[in-house]
Protein backbone atom coordinates (compact mmCIF):
# COMPACT_ATOMS: atom_id res chain seq x y z
CA UNK A 1 0.00 0.00 0.00
CA UNK A 2 0.94 3.40 -0.63
CA UNK A 3 2.39 5.58 2.35
CA UNK A 4 -0.76 8.01 2.86
CA UNK A 5 -0.01 11.52 1.87
CA UNK A 6 -1.86 14.65 2.78
CA UNK A 7 -1.12 16.78 -0.28
CA UNK A 8 -1.99 16.55 -4.26
CA UNK A 9 0.84 15.72 -6.00
CA UNK A 10 0.28 18.83 -8.42
CA UNK A 11 1.04 21.01 -5.33
CA UNK A 12 4.39 18.97 -4.98
CA UNK A 13 6.48 19.02 -7.91
CA UNK A 14 9.11 17.55 -7.19
CA UNK A 15 7.31 14.97 -5.14
CA UNK A 16 5.43 14.52 -8.78
CA UNK A 17 8.67 14.26 -10.58
CA UNK A 18 9.92 11.52 -8.11
CA UNK A 19 6.90 9.29 -8.30
CA UNK A 20 6.20 9.32 -12.29
CA UNK A 21 10.12 8.62 -12.34
CA UNK A 22 9.62 5.16 -10.57
CA UNK A 23 6.40 3.83 -12.34
CA UNK A 24 7.79 1.54 -15.31
CA UNK A 25 7.15 1.64 -18.97
CA UNK A 26 5.55 -1.69 -19.15
CA UNK A 27 1.49 -2.66 -19.31
CA UNK A 28 -0.17 -2.67 -15.96
CA UNK A 29 -2.69 -1.10 -14.29
CA UNK A 30 -2.49 2.11 -11.94
CA UNK A 31 -4.57 3.25 -9.45
CA UNK A 32 -4.81 7.18 -8.35
CA UNK A 33 -5.53 7.74 -4.10
CA UNK A 34 -6.73 11.13 -2.60
CA UNK A 35 -5.12 12.13 0.66
CA UNK A 36 -7.88 9.83 2.51
CA UNK A 37 -6.49 6.90 0.73
CA UNK A 38 -9.02 6.66 -1.38
CA UNK A 39 -9.22 5.37 -4.91
CA UNK A 40 -10.52 8.12 -7.24
CA UNK A 41 -9.71 6.18 -10.74
CA UNK A 42 -8.30 3.01 -11.74
CA UNK A 43 -6.42 2.91 -15.24
CA UNK A 44 -5.08 0.58 -17.53
CA UNK A 45 -2.35 0.91 -20.18
CA UNK A 46 0.72 -1.04 -22.18
CA UNK A 47 2.98 2.00 -21.06
CA UNK A 48 2.19 2.97 -17.58
CA UNK A 49 4.78 5.89 -17.13
CA UNK A 50 3.77 8.05 -20.14
CA UNK A 51 0.02 7.12 -19.57
CA UNK A 52 -0.26 8.71 -15.85
CA UNK A 53 2.91 11.59 -16.74
CA UNK A 54 -0.25 12.63 -19.58
CA UNK A 55 -2.43 13.32 -16.75
CA UNK A 56 -0.03 16.22 -15.35
CA UNK A 57 0.87 17.64 -18.92
CA UNK A 58 -1.24 19.84 -20.42
CA UNK A 59 -3.72 19.66 -18.02
CA UNK A 60 -5.88 22.82 -19.76
CA UNK A 61 -6.60 20.44 -22.66
CA UNK A 62 -8.51 17.53 -19.73
CA UNK A 63 -11.65 17.81 -19.37
CA UNK A 64 -13.73 19.17 -16.40
CA UNK A 65 -14.21 15.81 -14.63
CA UNK A 66 -10.32 14.79 -15.13
CA UNK A 67 -8.98 18.52 -14.21
CA UNK A 68 -10.96 17.70 -11.09
CA UNK A 69 -9.62 14.33 -10.37
CA UNK A 70 -5.77 15.49 -11.57
CA UNK A 71 -6.38 17.95 -8.70
CA UNK A 72 -7.02 15.50 -5.99
CA UNK A 73 -4.64 13.34 -6.27
CA UNK A 74 -2.00 12.58 -3.45
CA UNK A 75 -0.37 9.01 -4.49
CA UNK A 76 -0.39 6.58 -7.23
CA UNK A 77 -0.35 3.10 -7.29
CA UNK A 78 0.63 0.52 -9.79
CA UNK A 79 0.37 -3.03 -10.61
CA UNK A 80 2.52 -3.99 -13.31
CA UNK A 81 1.49 -6.98 -15.58
CA UNK A 82 3.04 -9.16 -19.20
CA UNK A 83 0.73 -8.18 -21.61
CA UNK A 84 -1.93 -5.02 -21.79
CA UNK A 85 -4.45 -7.74 -22.25
CA UNK A 86 -3.82 -9.06 -18.19
CA UNK A 87 -4.04 -5.27 -17.47
CA UNK A 88 -7.47 -4.83 -18.71
CA UNK A 89 -8.66 -8.47 -17.08
CA UNK A 90 -7.23 -7.00 -13.90
CA UNK A 91 -8.49 -2.90 -14.15
CA UNK A 92 -12.24 -4.71 -14.79
CA UNK A 93 -11.65 -7.09 -11.45
CA UNK A 94 -10.42 -3.78 -9.60
CA UNK A 95 -12.96 -1.60 -10.51
CA UNK A 96 -15.71 -4.07 -9.97
CA UNK A 97 -14.32 -4.63 -6.19
CA UNK A 98 -13.19 -0.80 -5.58
CA UNK A 99 -16.17 1.31 -7.64
CA UNK A 100 -14.20 4.35 -7.89
CA UNK A 101 -16.31 7.88 -8.33
CA UNK A 102 -14.21 8.89 -11.26
CA UNK A 103 -14.12 5.70 -13.52
CA UNK A 104 -17.22 6.19 -15.34
CA UNK A 105 -15.81 7.62 -18.52
CA UNK A 106 -19.25 8.15 -20.07
CA UNK A 107 -21.27 10.54 -19.14
CA UNK A 108 -24.30 9.71 -17.11
CA UNK A 109 -26.80 12.43 -16.94
CA UNK A 110 -29.95 10.63 -16.16
CA UNK A 111 -31.07 10.38 -19.76
CA UNK A 112 -31.28 6.79 -20.20
CA UNK A 113 -32.87 4.61 -17.93
CA UNK A 114 -30.98 1.38 -16.38
CA UNK A 115 -32.66 -1.80 -14.93
CA UNK A 116 -32.06 -3.12 -11.79
CA UNK A 117 -31.49 -6.28 -10.23
CA UNK A 118 -31.10 -5.99 -6.42
CA UNK A 119 -29.03 -9.17 -5.94
CA UNK A 120 -27.45 -8.51 -2.45
CA UNK A 121 -31.27 -8.49 -0.82
CA UNK A 122 -32.34 -11.57 0.23
CA UNK A 123 -35.57 -11.67 -1.99
CA UNK A 124 -34.43 -9.20 -4.84
CA UNK A 125 -36.23 -6.37 -6.78
CA UNK A 126 -36.69 -5.52 -10.22
CA UNK A 127 -37.15 -1.80 -11.04
CA UNK A 128 -35.89 1.11 -13.28
CA UNK A 129 -33.52 3.48 -12.39
CA UNK A 130 -31.57 7.00 -14.24
CA UNK A 131 -29.37 6.34 -11.49
CA UNK A 132 -26.31 3.60 -11.71
CA UNK A 133 -23.83 1.86 -9.22
CA UNK A 134 -26.57 3.13 -6.00
CA UNK A 135 -26.02 0.15 -3.87
CA UNK A 136 -24.68 -3.10 -3.42
CA UNK A 137 -21.86 -3.87 -5.82
CA UNK A 138 -23.78 -7.07 -6.23
CA UNK A 139 -26.78 -5.48 -7.58
CA UNK A 140 -26.77 -5.86 -11.11
CA UNK A 141 -27.61 -3.07 -13.95
CA UNK A 142 -28.73 -3.66 -17.15
CA UNK A 143 -28.52 -0.71 -20.04
CA UNK A 144 -28.44 2.19 -20.51
CA UNK A 145 -31.63 1.77 -22.41
CA UNK A 146 -32.71 4.32 -24.89
CA UNK A 147 -36.29 3.53 -25.75
CA UNK A 148 -37.89 3.48 -21.70
CA UNK A 149 -41.43 3.01 -23.26
CA UNK A 150 -39.89 -0.27 -24.90
CA UNK A 151 -38.28 -1.38 -21.39
CA UNK A 152 -41.43 -0.37 -19.28
CA UNK A 153 -43.70 -2.48 -21.71
CA UNK A 154 -41.03 -5.13 -21.58
CA UNK A 155 -40.74 -5.00 -17.58
CA UNK A 156 -44.44 -5.17 -17.03
CA UNK A 157 -44.79 -7.92 -19.16
CA UNK A 158 -42.36 -10.12 -17.06
CA UNK A 159 -44.45 -9.07 -13.85
CA UNK A 160 -47.27 -10.15 -15.41
CA UNK A 161 -45.42 -13.61 -16.53
CA UNK A 162 -43.36 -14.40 -13.48
CA UNK A 163 -44.50 -14.39 -9.65
CA UNK A 164 -41.93 -11.07 -8.56
CA UNK A 165 -41.63 -8.83 -5.66
CA UNK A 166 -43.84 -6.06 -5.72
CA UNK A 167 -43.15 -3.67 -3.21
CA UNK A 168 -40.14 -2.39 -1.65
CA UNK A 169 -41.88 -2.54 1.47
CA UNK A 170 -44.57 -4.73 2.73
CA UNK A 171 -48.02 -3.59 2.46
CA UNK A 172 -49.19 -5.36 5.51
CA UNK A 173 -47.74 -7.16 8.67
CA UNK A 174 -49.13 -10.38 8.82
CA UNK A 175 -50.73 -11.10 5.57
CA UNK A 176 -49.87 -11.21 2.01
CA UNK A 177 -51.06 -8.31 -0.09
CA UNK A 178 -53.56 -8.88 -3.24
CA UNK A 179 -50.50 -9.18 -6.02
CA UNK A 180 -50.49 -12.65 -3.91
CA UNK A 181 -54.35 -13.39 -4.39
CA UNK A 182 -54.07 -12.87 -7.64
CA UNK A 183 -50.72 -14.77 -8.65
CA UNK A 184 -48.68 -11.58 -9.31
CA UNK A 185 -46.68 -12.10 -5.89
CA UNK A 186 -44.98 -15.46 -4.09
CA UNK A 187 -45.38 -14.08 -0.79
CA UNK A 188 -42.52 -12.61 -0.49
CA UNK A 189 -43.63 -10.26 2.40
CA UNK A 190 -44.32 -13.09 4.53
CA UNK A 191 -42.00 -16.26 3.02
CA UNK A 192 -44.03 -17.89 1.65
CA UNK A 193 -41.38 -18.71 -1.17
CA UNK A 194 -37.88 -19.86 -0.42
CA UNK A 195 -35.03 -17.44 -1.04
CA UNK A 196 -33.52 -19.81 -3.50
CA UNK A 197 -36.53 -20.84 -4.93
CA UNK A 198 -37.21 -16.91 -5.53
CA UNK A 199 -33.65 -16.61 -6.72
CA UNK A 200 -34.24 -19.16 -9.51
CA UNK A 201 -37.27 -16.69 -10.76
CA UNK A 202 -35.88 -14.00 -10.90
CA UNK A 203 -32.75 -15.28 -12.88
CA UNK A 204 -35.06 -16.50 -15.87
CA UNK A 205 -36.09 -12.87 -15.61
CA UNK A 206 -32.61 -11.73 -16.04
CA UNK A 207 -32.52 -13.82 -18.72
CA UNK A 208 -34.55 -11.28 -21.11
CA UNK A 209 -32.52 -8.51 -20.26
CA UNK A 210 -29.36 -10.46 -20.85
CA UNK A 211 -30.61 -10.79 -24.75
CA UNK A 212 -31.35 -14.51 -23.84
CA UNK A 213 -35.19 -14.41 -24.62
CA UNK A 214 -34.63 -17.35 -27.27
CA UNK A 215 -32.64 -19.55 -24.35
CA UNK A 216 -35.48 -18.82 -21.68
CA UNK A 217 -38.11 -19.73 -24.51
CA UNK A 218 -36.44 -23.48 -24.96
CA UNK A 219 -35.98 -23.66 -21.01
CA UNK A 220 -39.27 -23.31 -20.65
CA UNK A 221 -40.69 -25.26 -23.56
CA UNK A 222 -38.92 -28.24 -22.05
CA UNK A 223 -40.25 -27.94 -18.28
CA UNK A 224 -43.57 -27.44 -20.49
CA UNK A 225 -43.33 -30.88 -22.14
CA UNK A 226 -42.48 -32.35 -19.31
CA UNK A 227 -45.17 -31.34 -16.84
CA UNK A 228 -47.62 -32.32 -19.50
CA UNK A 229 -46.26 -35.45 -19.45
CA UNK A 230 -46.53 -35.54 -16.07
CA UNK A 231 -49.90 -34.85 -16.17
CA UNK A 232 -49.37 -31.37 -14.59
CA UNK A 233 -51.52 -29.68 -16.86
CA UNK A 234 -52.03 -26.57 -14.92
CA UNK A 235 -48.49 -26.24 -14.54
CA UNK A 236 -47.67 -26.91 -18.52
CA UNK A 237 -50.77 -24.18 -19.13
CA UNK A 238 -49.26 -21.61 -16.98
CA UNK A 239 -45.52 -22.13 -18.86
CA UNK A 240 -47.23 -22.36 -22.21
CA UNK A 241 -48.51 -18.64 -21.00
CA UNK A 242 -45.16 -17.42 -20.13
CA UNK A 243 -43.54 -18.87 -23.51
CA UNK A 244 -46.34 -17.21 -25.86
CA UNK A 245 -46.03 -13.57 -23.99
CA UNK A 246 -42.15 -13.88 -24.03
CA UNK A 247 -42.30 -14.94 -27.87
CA UNK A 248 -44.60 -11.26 -28.49
CA UNK A 249 -41.60 -9.30 -26.91
CA UNK A 250 -39.40 -7.68 -29.66
CA UNK A 251 -41.93 -9.38 -32.28
CA UNK A 252 -41.99 -6.98 -35.29
CA UNK A 253 -38.63 -6.07 -34.78
CA UNK A 254 -36.71 -8.32 -37.38
CA UNK A 255 -33.12 -7.33 -38.57
CA UNK A 256 -32.22 -9.26 -41.78
CA UNK A 257 -28.79 -10.88 -41.33
CA UNK A 258 -26.94 -14.18 -43.31
CA UNK A 259 -26.71 -15.65 -39.69
CA UNK A 260 -29.39 -15.32 -37.40
CA UNK A 261 -27.55 -17.79 -35.43
CA UNK A 262 -25.16 -15.79 -34.23
CA UNK A 263 -25.50 -13.15 -31.19
CA UNK A 264 -23.98 -9.47 -32.72
CA UNK A 265 -23.65 -6.28 -31.23
CA UNK A 266 -22.94 -3.51 -33.26
CA UNK A 267 -22.03 0.03 -32.05
CA UNK A 268 -21.47 3.30 -34.31
CA UNK A 269 -21.49 6.85 -32.97
CA UNK A 270 -21.98 10.34 -34.24
CA UNK A 271 -19.37 13.17 -33.00
CA UNK A 272 -18.55 16.97 -32.57
CA UNK A 273 -15.78 18.94 -31.05
CA UNK A 274 -17.10 18.36 -27.40
CA UNK A 275 -19.04 14.79 -27.17
CA UNK A 276 -19.41 11.71 -29.02
CA UNK A 277 -23.23 10.01 -28.99
CA UNK A 278 -22.56 6.15 -29.27
CA UNK A 279 -25.35 3.31 -29.70
CA UNK A 280 -25.14 0.01 -29.52
CA UNK A 281 -27.83 -2.59 -30.78
CA UNK A 282 -28.14 -5.84 -29.10
CA UNK A 283 -29.36 -8.76 -31.98
CA UNK A 284 -29.96 -12.06 -31.02
CA UNK A 285 -31.41 -14.61 -33.15
CA UNK A 286 -31.79 -12.37 -36.28
CA UNK A 287 -33.78 -9.47 -33.43
CA UNK A 288 -33.18 -6.37 -31.93
CA UNK A 289 -33.65 -7.19 -27.95
CA UNK A 290 -31.71 -3.78 -27.15
CA UNK A 291 -30.88 -0.30 -27.85
CA UNK A 292 -28.31 1.22 -25.36
CA UNK A 293 -26.94 4.92 -25.59
CA UNK A 294 -24.51 6.30 -24.31
CA UNK A 295 -22.84 9.85 -24.74
CA UNK A 296 -18.81 9.74 -24.17
CA UNK A 297 -16.39 13.00 -23.85
CA UNK A 298 -14.05 14.01 -26.44
CA UNK A 299 -10.95 14.79 -24.87
CA UNK A 300 -8.51 14.08 -27.94
CA UNK A 301 -8.94 17.37 -30.17
CA UNK A 302 -6.51 19.73 -29.67
CA UNK A 303 -5.38 22.87 -31.21
CA UNK A 304 -9.14 23.79 -31.42
CA UNK A 305 -9.36 21.26 -34.25
CA UNK A 306 -13.23 20.60 -35.17
CA UNK A 307 -12.65 16.97 -36.87
CA UNK A 308 -11.61 13.76 -35.32
CA UNK A 309 -9.81 11.41 -37.52
CA UNK A 310 -11.02 7.51 -37.63
CA UNK A 311 -8.53 6.35 -35.61
CA UNK A 312 -9.94 9.17 -32.51
CA UNK A 313 -13.24 7.91 -33.00
CA UNK A 314 -12.16 4.35 -33.14
CA UNK A 315 -10.54 4.96 -30.24
CA UNK A 316 -13.97 6.40 -28.39
CA UNK A 317 -15.67 3.34 -29.66
CA UNK A 318 -13.14 1.09 -27.46
CA UNK A 319 -13.33 3.08 -24.81
CA UNK A 320 -17.18 2.74 -24.62
CA UNK A 321 -16.92 -0.88 -25.56
CA UNK A 322 -14.16 -1.76 -22.15
CA UNK A 323 -16.81 0.05 -19.87
CA UNK A 324 -19.98 -1.63 -21.33
CA UNK A 325 -18.59 -4.83 -21.23
CA UNK A 326 -16.80 -4.75 -17.68
CA UNK A 327 -20.43 -4.58 -16.44
CA UNK A 328 -21.96 -6.70 -18.31
CA UNK A 329 -22.55 -10.76 -16.85
CA UNK A 330 -20.31 -13.54 -19.07
CA UNK A 331 -23.16 -15.03 -20.71
CA UNK A 332 -23.90 -11.34 -22.37
CA UNK A 333 -20.92 -11.05 -24.56
CA UNK A 334 -22.02 -11.80 -28.02
CA UNK A 335 -19.68 -14.16 -30.70
CA UNK A 336 -19.71 -11.07 -33.00
CA UNK A 337 -18.99 -7.20 -32.34
CA UNK A 338 -19.96 -4.92 -35.51
CA UNK A 339 -17.98 -1.76 -35.62
CA UNK A 340 -18.53 1.28 -37.58
CA UNK A 341 -14.77 2.36 -36.99
CA UNK A 342 -11.54 -0.20 -36.57
CA UNK A 343 -10.53 0.21 -32.66
CA UNK A 344 -6.66 0.68 -31.61
CA UNK A 345 -6.34 -2.28 -29.55
CA UNK A 346 -8.59 -5.19 -31.20
CA UNK A 347 -7.02 -8.39 -30.64
CA UNK A 348 -5.99 -7.48 -26.62
CA UNK A 349 -10.24 -6.50 -26.52
CA UNK A 350 -10.97 -9.93 -28.55
CA UNK A 351 -8.82 -11.83 -26.25
CA UNK A 352 -10.42 -10.16 -23.46
CA UNK A 353 -14.20 -10.70 -24.29
CA UNK A 354 -13.22 -14.46 -25.77
CA UNK A 355 -11.61 -15.70 -22.67
CA UNK A 356 -14.39 -14.05 -20.61
CA UNK A 357 -16.98 -15.96 -22.85
CA UNK A 358 -15.38 -18.76 -22.93
CA UNK A 359 -15.38 -18.72 -26.95
CA UNK A 360 -13.91 -16.63 -29.52
CA UNK A 361 -15.43 -13.29 -29.88
CA UNK A 362 -14.46 -11.51 -33.46
CA UNK A 363 -14.75 -7.95 -34.25
CA UNK A 364 -15.74 -7.06 -37.68
CA UNK A 365 -15.64 -3.21 -39.63
CA UNK A 366 -18.36 -4.02 -42.77
CA UNK A 367 -17.66 -2.34 -46.07
CA UNK A 368 -20.45 -2.97 -47.80
CA UNK A 369 -24.04 -5.85 -47.95
CA UNK A 370 -26.06 -6.17 -45.18
CA UNK A 371 -23.59 -5.61 -42.25
CA UNK A 372 -22.67 -2.36 -43.58
CA UNK A 373 -26.14 -1.51 -43.50
CA UNK A 374 -26.55 -2.30 -40.14
CA UNK A 375 -24.31 -0.43 -39.36
CA UNK A 376 -25.58 2.79 -41.47
CA UNK A 377 -28.77 2.59 -39.18
CA UNK A 378 -26.74 2.54 -35.85
CA UNK A 379 -24.70 5.28 -37.18
CA UNK A 380 -28.24 7.39 -38.41
CA UNK A 381 -29.44 6.60 -34.84
CA UNK A 382 -26.78 8.11 -33.10
CA UNK A 383 -26.79 10.90 -35.15
CA UNK A 384 -30.58 12.07 -34.55
CA UNK A 385 -29.12 11.74 -30.68
CA UNK A 386 -26.22 14.29 -31.80
CA UNK A 387 -28.66 16.78 -33.14
CA UNK A 388 -30.69 16.47 -30.48
CA UNK A 389 -28.30 16.99 -27.68
CA UNK A 390 -26.51 19.89 -29.63
CA UNK A 391 -30.37 21.65 -29.66
CA UNK A 392 -30.36 20.42 -25.80
CA UNK A 393 -27.22 22.28 -25.57
CA UNK A 394 -27.96 25.47 -27.98
CA UNK A 395 -30.85 26.28 -25.63
CA UNK A 396 -28.85 26.27 -22.07
CA UNK A 397 -25.80 27.75 -23.79
CA UNK A 398 -28.18 30.68 -25.05
CA UNK A 399 -29.58 31.31 -21.51
CA UNK A 400 -26.03 31.18 -20.10
CA UNK A 401 -25.31 33.86 -22.36
CA UNK A 402 -28.54 36.11 -21.82
CA UNK A 403 -28.15 35.57 -18.31
CA UNK A 404 -24.76 36.71 -18.13
CA UNK A 405 -25.79 39.37 -20.23
CA UNK A 406 -28.76 40.47 -17.67
CA UNK A 407 -26.29 40.60 -14.19
CA UNK A 408 -23.22 41.75 -16.36
CA UNK A 409 -20.86 38.71 -15.72
CA UNK A 410 -17.35 38.66 -17.42
CA UNK A 411 -18.12 35.02 -18.63
CA UNK A 412 -20.58 32.12 -18.52
CA UNK A 413 -21.38 30.72 -15.11
CA UNK A 414 -20.37 27.43 -15.03
CA UNK A 415 -21.84 26.69 -11.24
CA UNK A 416 -25.23 28.01 -10.29
CA UNK A 417 -26.71 27.29 -6.76
CA UNK A 418 -29.85 28.06 -5.44
CA UNK A 419 -30.95 28.18 -1.92
CA UNK A 420 -34.75 28.06 -0.66
CA UNK A 421 -36.46 27.64 3.03
CA UNK A 422 -39.37 25.44 3.60
CA UNK A 423 -41.47 25.32 7.23
CA UNK A 424 -45.21 25.94 8.21
CA UNK A 425 -45.30 28.56 10.63
CA UNK A 426 -41.56 27.75 11.74
CA UNK A 427 -42.02 24.66 12.66
CA UNK A 428 -39.57 21.64 10.77
CA UNK A 429 -38.18 24.57 9.73
CA UNK A 430 -35.21 23.16 6.70
CA UNK A 431 -33.32 24.74 3.34
CA UNK A 432 -32.32 23.20 0.26
CA UNK A 433 -29.50 23.43 -2.04
CA UNK A 434 -30.27 22.97 -5.97
CA UNK A 435 -27.54 23.02 -8.26
CA UNK A 436 -27.06 23.62 -12.21
CA UNK A 437 -23.60 23.19 -13.93
CA UNK A 438 -23.94 24.36 -17.46
CA UNK A 439 -27.50 25.11 -17.20
CA UNK A 440 -28.01 21.62 -16.45
CA UNK A 441 -29.13 19.81 -12.96
CA UNK A 442 -26.50 18.11 -11.04
CA UNK A 443 -28.42 16.22 -8.58
CA UNK A 444 -25.05 14.93 -7.10
CA UNK A 445 -24.42 18.52 -5.72
CA UNK A 446 -27.98 19.11 -4.55
CA UNK A 447 -28.23 19.18 -0.34
CA UNK A 448 -30.77 19.53 2.66
CA UNK A 449 -30.24 21.46 6.03
CA UNK A 450 -31.98 21.15 9.10
CA UNK A 451 -32.16 24.62 10.21
CA UNK A 452 -30.47 24.60 13.88
CA UNK A 453 -31.46 28.61 15.05
CA UNK A 454 -33.03 28.01 18.52
CA UNK A 455 -35.46 31.19 17.39
CA UNK A 456 -37.32 29.29 14.46
CA UNK A 457 -39.88 27.27 16.01
CA UNK A 458 -42.97 26.38 15.78
CA UNK A 459 -44.79 29.68 15.63
CA UNK A 460 -42.00 31.67 15.09
CA UNK A 461 -40.31 32.01 11.64
CA UNK A 462 -37.59 34.03 10.55
CA UNK A 463 -36.40 33.49 6.90
CA UNK A 464 -34.05 36.20 6.90
CA UNK A 465 -31.87 33.96 10.08
CA UNK A 466 -32.92 30.64 8.22
CA UNK A 467 -31.19 31.87 5.05
CA UNK A 468 -28.23 33.17 6.96
CA UNK A 469 -27.54 30.38 8.54
CA UNK A 470 -27.45 27.84 5.70
CA UNK A 471 -25.07 30.23 3.62
CA UNK A 472 -22.71 30.65 6.53
CA UNK A 473 -22.79 27.05 6.93
CA UNK A 474 -22.36 26.87 3.19
CA UNK A 475 -19.23 28.89 3.17
CA UNK A 476 -17.92 29.06 6.46
CA UNK A 477 -14.91 26.78 5.96
CA UNK A 478 -12.62 27.31 3.12
CA UNK A 479 -10.99 23.98 3.89
CA UNK A 480 -14.03 22.00 3.08
CA UNK A 481 -14.90 19.36 0.56
CA UNK A 482 -17.34 22.22 -1.58
CA UNK A 483 -14.49 24.81 -1.21
CA UNK A 484 -13.34 23.72 -5.06
CA UNK A 485 -16.95 23.87 -5.90
CA UNK A 486 -17.14 27.78 -5.20
CA UNK A 487 -20.50 28.68 -7.44
CA UNK A 488 -19.91 31.51 -10.09
CA UNK A 489 -23.82 32.69 -8.78
CA UNK A 490 -25.79 31.98 -6.00
CA UNK A 491 -29.70 32.82 -6.55
CA UNK A 492 -31.72 33.21 -3.44
CA UNK A 493 -35.35 32.43 -3.43
CA UNK A 494 -36.59 35.42 -2.20
CA UNK A 495 -36.51 39.52 -2.06
CA UNK A 496 -34.68 42.49 -0.47
CA UNK A 497 -34.70 41.17 3.17
CA UNK A 498 -33.38 37.58 2.15
CA UNK A 499 -30.77 38.69 0.05
CA UNK A 500 -29.50 41.55 2.22
CA UNK A 501 -28.92 38.63 5.04
CA UNK A 502 -26.98 36.98 2.66
CA UNK A 503 -24.85 40.07 2.19
CA UNK A 504 -24.41 40.51 5.61
CA UNK A 505 -23.22 36.64 6.06
CA UNK A 506 -20.68 36.73 2.80
CA UNK A 507 -19.13 40.30 3.91
CA UNK A 508 -18.09 39.21 7.50
CA UNK A 509 -16.98 35.91 6.30
CA UNK A 510 -14.81 38.72 3.35
CA UNK A 511 -16.04 36.64 0.10
CA UNK A 512 -18.89 38.99 -0.93
CA UNK A 513 -16.48 40.27 -3.64
CA UNK A 514 -15.77 36.59 -4.40
CA UNK A 515 -19.10 35.58 -4.78
CA UNK A 516 -21.77 36.49 -7.14
CA UNK A 517 -25.31 36.68 -5.69
CA UNK A 518 -28.90 37.71 -6.51
CA UNK A 519 -31.97 37.23 -5.17
CA UNK A 520 -35.59 36.00 -7.67
CA UNK A 521 -39.04 37.14 -6.00
CA UNK A 522 -41.22 34.69 -6.67
CA UNK A 523 -44.36 37.03 -7.37
CA UNK A 524 -43.09 38.93 -10.60
CA UNK A 525 -39.91 36.54 -10.99
CA UNK A 526 -38.10 39.94 -10.35
CA UNK A 527 -34.22 39.68 -9.94
CA UNK A 528 -32.50 42.12 -7.08
CA UNK A 529 -29.12 42.59 -6.77
CA UNK A 530 -26.77 43.47 -3.73
CA UNK A 531 -27.75 47.22 -2.67
CA UNK A 532 -30.51 48.22 -5.58
CA UNK A 533 -33.50 49.27 -4.24
CA UNK A 534 -35.09 48.02 -7.21
CA UNK A 535 -35.30 45.49 -9.22
CA UNK A 536 -33.33 44.74 -12.94
CA UNK A 537 -35.51 45.45 -15.56
CA UNK A 538 -36.11 42.20 -17.51
CA UNK A 539 -38.78 40.36 -19.57
CA UNK A 540 -40.24 37.18 -17.48
CA UNK A 541 -40.30 35.02 -20.53
CA UNK A 542 -36.41 35.63 -21.64
CA UNK A 543 -34.26 32.64 -21.41
CA UNK A 544 -32.00 33.62 -18.57
CA UNK A 545 -35.01 34.43 -16.57
CA UNK A 546 -36.33 31.01 -17.13
CA UNK A 547 -33.17 29.52 -16.59
CA UNK A 548 -33.35 31.11 -12.76
CA UNK A 549 -36.58 30.03 -12.74
CA UNK A 550 -36.23 26.49 -13.48
CA UNK A 551 -33.52 26.64 -10.93
CA UNK A 552 -35.70 28.29 -8.11
CA UNK A 553 -38.22 25.72 -9.06
CA UNK A 554 -36.13 22.81 -8.44
CA UNK A 555 -34.23 24.05 -5.19
CA UNK A 556 -38.15 25.00 -3.96
CA UNK A 557 -39.53 21.04 -5.21
CA UNK A 558 -35.96 19.68 -2.94
CA UNK A 559 -36.73 21.62 -0.13
CA UNK A 560 -40.50 20.94 0.19
CA UNK A 561 -40.37 17.40 -0.18
CA UNK A 562 -37.28 17.45 2.75
CA UNK A 563 -40.20 19.57 4.68
CA UNK A 564 -43.07 17.23 4.57
CA UNK A 565 -40.82 13.81 5.36
CA UNK A 566 -39.57 15.82 8.17
CA UNK A 567 -42.85 16.94 9.43
CA UNK A 568 -44.56 13.71 8.84
CA UNK A 569 -41.72 11.85 10.92
CA UNK A 570 -42.11 14.28 13.71
CA UNK A 571 -45.93 12.96 13.58
CA UNK A 572 -45.59 9.83 13.54
CA UNK A 573 -43.44 10.07 17.10
CA UNK A 574 -45.58 12.90 18.92
CA UNK A 575 -48.05 9.87 19.84
CA UNK A 576 -44.86 8.16 21.06
CA UNK A 577 -43.48 10.95 23.22
CA UNK A 578 -46.43 10.39 24.99
CA UNK A 579 -46.03 6.83 26.40
CA UNK A 580 -43.68 6.61 29.61
CA UNK A 581 -40.28 5.22 29.51
CA UNK A 582 -40.28 5.36 25.64
CA UNK A 583 -37.33 6.93 24.45
CA UNK A 584 -36.39 8.33 20.60
CA UNK A 585 -33.76 5.25 20.52
CA UNK A 586 -36.93 2.59 21.21
CA UNK A 587 -39.52 4.36 19.43
CA UNK A 588 -36.93 4.01 16.16
CA UNK A 589 -36.78 0.50 16.89
CA UNK A 590 -40.33 0.06 17.13
CA UNK A 591 -40.85 1.75 14.05
CA UNK A 592 -37.98 0.10 11.94
CA UNK A 593 -40.14 -2.97 13.06
CA UNK A 594 -43.59 -2.05 13.06
CA UNK A 595 -43.36 0.52 9.58
CA UNK A 596 -46.03 2.35 11.03
CA UNK A 597 -47.95 3.65 14.01
CA UNK A 598 -50.85 2.06 12.98
CA UNK A 599 -49.15 -1.49 13.10
CA UNK A 600 -47.88 -0.71 16.54
CA UNK A 601 -51.43 -0.09 17.87
CA UNK A 602 -52.81 -3.07 16.61
CA UNK A 603 -49.91 -5.19 17.96
CA UNK A 604 -50.53 -7.39 20.95
CA UNK A 605 -48.42 -6.75 23.69
CA UNK A 606 -46.47 -10.12 23.36
CA UNK A 607 -45.77 -8.38 19.53
CA UNK A 608 -44.37 -5.54 20.92
CA UNK A 609 -42.10 -7.53 23.32
CA UNK A 610 -40.17 -9.42 20.37
CA UNK A 611 -38.82 -5.71 19.24
CA UNK A 612 -35.06 -5.63 20.59
CA UNK A 613 -35.13 -3.29 23.85
CA UNK A 614 -38.84 -3.53 24.38
CA UNK A 615 -39.52 -5.48 27.82
CA UNK A 616 -42.64 -6.73 28.50
CA UNK A 617 -42.96 -4.54 31.08
CA UNK A 618 -42.63 -1.40 28.61
CA UNK A 619 -44.57 -3.49 25.93
CA UNK A 620 -47.32 -3.48 28.59
CA UNK A 621 -47.64 -0.07 29.07
CA UNK A 622 -47.50 0.45 25.03
CA UNK A 623 -49.94 -1.99 24.65
CA UNK A 624 -52.50 -0.33 27.42
CA UNK A 625 -51.79 3.41 26.04
CA UNK A 626 -53.02 2.30 22.80
CA UNK A 627 -56.13 0.04 24.30
CA UNK A 628 -57.35 2.18 27.51
CA UNK A 629 -60.37 0.27 27.48
CA UNK A 630 -59.06 -2.98 27.79
CA UNK A 631 -56.74 -1.73 30.20
CA UNK A 632 -59.07 -0.64 32.58
CA UNK A 633 -60.94 -4.21 32.34
Not at 217 to 229: D, G, H, K, P, S
Not at 410 to 431: F, K, M, N, T, W
Amino acid sequence: MPTLQTQPLVKDPDRLETRLKEIPPVPGVYLMRDSADNILYIGKSKKLRSRVRSYFRDRHHHSHRISLMVQQVADIEFIVTDTEAEALALEANLVKSHQPHFNVLLKDDKKYPYLCITWSEQYPRIFITRKRRLGNPRDRYYGPYVDTGLLRTTLQLVKRLFPLRQRPKPLFKDRPCLNYDIGRCPGVCQQMISPEDYRKIVEKVAMVFQGRTGELIETLRVQMEEAAAELNFETAARLRDRIQGLQSLNADQKVSLPDDRVSRDAIALAADDKQACVQLFQIRAGQLVGRLGFVAEVSSVKNGESSLTSAELGAILQRVLEEHYRTVDDVEIPGEILLQYDIPDESMLADWLGDRRGRKVTFVTPQRQTKAELIEMVERNAGYELARVQKMGDRNTAALQDLAEILDLPELPHRVECYDISHIQGSDAVASRAVFIDGLPAKQHYRHYKIKNPDVRSGRSDDFASMAEVLARRFRDDHNSESQDRPDLVVIDGGKGQLSAVVEVLRDLDILEEVKVVGLAKRREEIFLPGESLPLETDPEQPGVQLLRRLRDEAHRFAVSFHRNKRSERMKRSRLDEIPGLGHHRQKLLLAHFRSIDYIRIATSEQLAEVPGIGPKLARQIYDYFNPSRAES
